[in-house]
Structures are given as C-alpha cells and as structure tokens.
C-alpha cells in the first residue's frame, strides 16, 4: 500500500514538474561550478569581474523588462489555462507592456554610457549588456509554467545552458577574452526566446499588441513590478552596485562566492517554483484547505534543504575555493562562508510569500517588505561597499535576508493565514 501511494504521488503533475526542475536545476547548479573557475583562471579576476559586472547591469534591467510578469503573469494564465482567447489576450498585452518597458530600460543604458567609466571607454560593453537585458526581459517560461509544462522549460534551459558551457570552454582560453563571453551568453539568450515563443505561439494565436491591453497589464502587474524589481536591487543588483565603488578584483572575490551560493539555491527553488501554480489553482477552485498543507510542505522542505545546504558550504569553503577559483580569491572562502547564512533566510522568505502572500492577493504586502530591503541595500552597500570591500557588502546582504524573512513571517502570521482554514465543499 505505501510503495503505491509512493507511485500516486510520484505521478501527480506537480510531483512530475518538481522532478523536471530538480533534474533541471541539478544540471544549471552544476554548470556554472564548470564555466566559473574556467573563466577566473583564463580572465583572471579583474576582467572576470568587469564581465560579471555587465551581466549583473543586465540582469537588472532584465528584470525591469520582465515586470514581475513570471509572478503576476504565470498566475494569470494559471487562472485562465482553459479559456484559449483568454490566455491569447494575456499573451498579447504582456508582450505589449515588454516592449514598452524595454524602450524605457534603453534609456537608462544610454545614461549609464554616459556616466559609467567602464562604458564611456568601452562602449560595446553598454551594447552588449542591451542585448543581454533584451532577451533576459522576454523569456516566455511565464507561460508555459502557468499551464505547469515546467518540463518544456527545464529541457530547454538545460539543454541551452550546456551549449553555452560547451562554447566558453571552447572559445575563451586567454586574457581579453571577456567580451566573448558577453557575446555567447547573448545567443544563449537568443536560443531560449526563440525556442519558447515557439512553443508558446503553437498553444495560442500569435495577436497585436493594443494600447489598451498594453496599459491594462502594465497596472496589473504594477504591485509586482515593484516588489521583484526591489528584489533584485537588493540580490542581482548588489554586485553592480559594488562595481561602483571597488575594483573588478573586488568585484570578482564577491561575485564568485555569491555564484556559488546561487547555485546551491537551486537546490531550493524548484519545489517553490512547481507549486506555486497548483496553490493558485486550489485556492481559485475553492479548496484552501488543500493549498495550506501544500504551502506548509514546501516550507518545510525548502526551509530544511537551505540548513542542510548553509551548513555543507560553511565547511567545504576553504576546498571549495580552492579547487573552483584558484590563486587570487583566497578572500573569497570568508565570503563564501558568511554568504552561506543566506540559505535558510532565503528559503524562509520566498516559501512563505510564494506560497502564501502571493497566493492569496496580498502582493502589497510583500512589496512593502521588499522596498525597504531594497532602500536599504543601495545605501548601505555603497557605504560599506567603499569602506570594506566584499566582505562587508556580504554581512549587508545576510542581515537585510534575515530581516525579510523576519519580516514575512510577521506579515502571513498578522495575516491570519497560517490558521487551519474552513472545510469547502467537495468539488471536483
């Protein structure tokens, strides 16, 4: 009886999508821990530094593009999955308000040509971190995780990812190689856009934009907007901001230990990112009681593979430097380790407002949260950033984590939601 319970479980979609992703991100977390120590020991940290620091200007404005549409979109197309014109005209005003906001983040490149030294002497960076931004912003897996065909974007992103490893293994070898990095990453860019608007157009009607429905998703996923735009200013953006008052060098030893974090955060992510549409879907089916013990599961787990994981890092830092980076980042196993600390506060965080502010509207909620952290991280990263370096950005970003996480779970708490809720009805 268990073992077939086990094989019930297994196959339910949202077991089948966590799968996909964890295979998914197995190969994403793992393939940086290839391509990143290639590229410090054949740029070396301070060209590796000025390349991370235009990817990191990209990933901000990437997600300017992006609108917080993977939140407020896929939640969108969750709701309407079995209405086709409905989710055509979902499509049609999100890619519409993309274009609108991809005009308005080329305005602040072009400001930041003018007043960023790296730009000013080499303007082809600014370029190319355009065209990182442009197709970062229109990635189309909004969509296709709404209707849970997580498995379609795994394959795809792994399969792109592992080209991508394969040329700047093949490609860069050398000092003033970096630029060629921008530009593979670029295709990469190009090859995922291309290869999920193509499944995405053949599930609906390709349809113009219209100005109405362009102004229409623009103030629906305002709310959002704001609260993942402040999240990235207080993650991605942080290593640009330290661009601007350290050296690449420093840049480099913060940038490298901040990676390695991030891949071990993909051990995380997926169980989050698979539920997040089925507790949607509950909640818009009348059963809340099913979406809550869901919730109460991924916290769980995410919270309890962080530990596990902060825990590995803490003690393997030393060896993991060691081997990843080489001789140049001695600094970064402190990093690293401090940086370790942000695991189970990340976890914590995203479970609680993925799985249960977001679910139930109250989006604002986490936006305040999420402005403040971002207030404060411009600020004290440029401060502390001058004054210490890597190390002291890194003790910022873990307490300004761990204050959100606080944060959050003093909000679904005041909230009312962690209360058992009623019995519905049976549905079906």
Known sequence: MPLRRLTEVLRHPVSQNALSMYGAQAVLAFVPLITLPWLARALGPSELGLVIFVQALSFVLGNVVDYGFMLSATRDIARAREDPSAMARIVAEVQGAKLVLLGFTTLLLL??????????????????????????????????????????????????????????????????????VLWIWVASGVLVVGILSFFMYRTVPFRLPTAAGTRAALQRGRPLFVATSSITLYTSATVFLLGLVATSAEVAVFATAERVIRAALRAVGPIGAATYPRVNFLLESGRPERAQRLAALVFAAQTGLALVGAALLIILAPVLVEILFGPGFERSVSVLRTLALLMPCVAAATSLSGQWLLPHGLDRKATRIAVVAAVTNIVLTLVVGSAAGATGVAWVAVGIEAAIALATAGVTARSGLLRRPAPSAPGP
């Open 111 to 180: 400001l930041a040509l003018v007043l960023v030294p790296e730009f000013r002497s080499d303007p082809r960076l600014a370029l190319l971190g355009w065209l990182m931004t442009l197709f970062h912003g229109f990635i189309p897996a909004w969509f296709l995780v709404g209707l849970e065909r997580v498995r379609t974007v795994a394959a795809v992103e792994v399969t792109v990812r592992l080209l991508t490893a394969l040329a700047i293994i093949l490609v860069v070898r050398e000092r003033g190689d970096g630029q060629l």
